[in-house]
């Protein structure tokens, strides 16, 4: 590991492998992590210089054509905690090689093609660093908890989506699924505090109690996921999420760890370097 | 001002009004700050924090549909540090609001439509923060160098330019224009450490060079520019840029006066507080 401070690798703790049960899976857990929030910012820190280095790598590969990508899927129960992902530890990397995408309810051109047609398209580029918040996993965790679709055709999707994530590593895509896991007590207190804040009001939707409701249909729908879409080319992981702080440095190393998986180094140049600095000279 | 560390607005010393000449406009000043580089990185501290507050606003405003959006459309000679601006200044605003487009040259599709066709679909959404990392200006800039265009039609870019530009504001948008400013020299070297480090190798290209050498007419196109679409509505700034660090804070400072000037409050709630609490409560 490039970082100091774990104690043993959270890659190990946290991917979901065969016989995985959700329920059994703790939020408030700090796997590989023995120290507390406090030395947890440190880590972030020293983490996201590895980070970045890596990530300016990848971009540069890109730019000579390597076909070599990271695409990070997220999801979670609300007020998981996506968006401090998003800003705590994707903000360490330069905007400039991020593809974000945020998934919204699909619109009606969407929902007249395949449920992947519109995912397709966001897909990461060489040399880029995907986010997707939110993703075609809507399709199997919403769509099967509200009957958005025929039993049938959710039963179809899991195996769609595996040859999807399958043809993206085939080409050079890194696929790191990440589900944020917060207790059914946390995310109360996590609503109620958007009521209490005028400066978080805004966050608050009546509509999140209504899936709140939901719960154990949605933890089902995830471990239907996890069950049938934890692949060897594109495992999920579990987070203990409960703790921001601990949730943001276990995705920072998981993602520090796609990007060495890929070998980057910077590339070769394609150019005559001394010939180019007598050329600059004389301009 | 909210920040406190300008000794003059440098809204009002950079900004491009009648009389503007490029050449006479100096690239290693500091207009409006008085210290050094190393108070320069308190101040972006500082700056990026009260940036973050003004852009989270801005996006709650969009979640509600108000319509407001920031466009920063940045241009430079190379290695002016239009990178620098994107990875230090706008990673400061949460990266799910921002709305990050590098323009390329055009392919043949874009080719075969009027040059803003593929500009007008890149435009901020209500509550998004836009960057144009090079812009519908480089159809005025190295299409006026190297001639891709006639030049009856790159007459009537300017003209087009502006009223584009001023149906986003009528709808909304600010609308900030930004030349980072840097000298031939400096130029020189900072394209000679390319070549002398191998992790920047990859940034060099010889064509920066062959782009060089036509400098004196790239500044008369950006002349050309200032005087024919710095426009009320949409003014240009121009940021002394031989110093990264001073331009980095300036544009930051631009950004700042360009969110206030928005009036930006926390969105009201369309929802019954107590009677939420409640609910949540029962859950």
């Excluded at 990461?124 to 993703?135: H, K, L, T, Y």
């Excluded at 399958?166 to 109620?192: C, P």
């Amino acid at each position: 590991m490039r970082e100091t401070f774990w104690t043993a690798d959270p890659i190990d703790l946290l991917r979901v492998g065969d016989g995985f049960v959700l329920a059994d899976s703790p939020t408030d857990a700090r796997p590989g992590f023995d120290r507390g929030k406090k030395h947890g910012a440190y880590a972030l820190d020293e983490g996201a210089a590895v980070l970045r280095e890596l990530q300016e790598k990848l971009f540069a590969a890109g730019t000579v054509g390597e076909r070599k990508q990271v695409l990070l899927v997220l999801q979670a129960m609300d007020t998981a905690g996506k968006g401090g992902i998003v800003s705590h530890v994707i903000r360490a990397v330069d905007p400039n090689g991020v593809h974000y995408v945020a998934f919204k309810a699909p619109n009606q051109v969407e929902l007249a093609h395949d449920f992947l047609w519109r995912v397709a398209k966001q897909v990461p580029a060489a040399g880029e660093f995907g986010v997707f918040d939110r993703s075609h996993y809507e399709d199997v965790l919403i769509a099967r908890v509200r009957e958005l679709a025929p039993p049938e055709e959710i039963e179809r999707r899991y195996g769609a989506i595996n040859t999807f994530e399958r043809g993206l590593v085939d080409t050079g895509t890194v696929v790191v699924k990440v589900m944020l896991h917060i207790s059914k007590d946390e995310q109360k207190r996590r609503l109620s505090s958007r009521l209490e804040r005028e400066d978080k009001h805004w966050k608050y939707n009546p509509a999140d109690v209504d899936e709140r409701m939901r719960w154990d249909d949605y933890q089902d729908a995830f471990q239907r996921v996890f069950d049938r879409t934890s692949t060897d080319w594109a495992p999920w992981y579990v987070i203990p999420a409960d703790r921001k702080w601990y949730a943001r440095l276990a995705v920072q190393h998981i993602l520090i760890h796609a990007l060495e998986s890929l070998n980057l180094d910077w590339p070769g140049v394609d150019y005559d370097i001394e010939a180019e600095k007598k050329r600059l000279a004389a301009s």
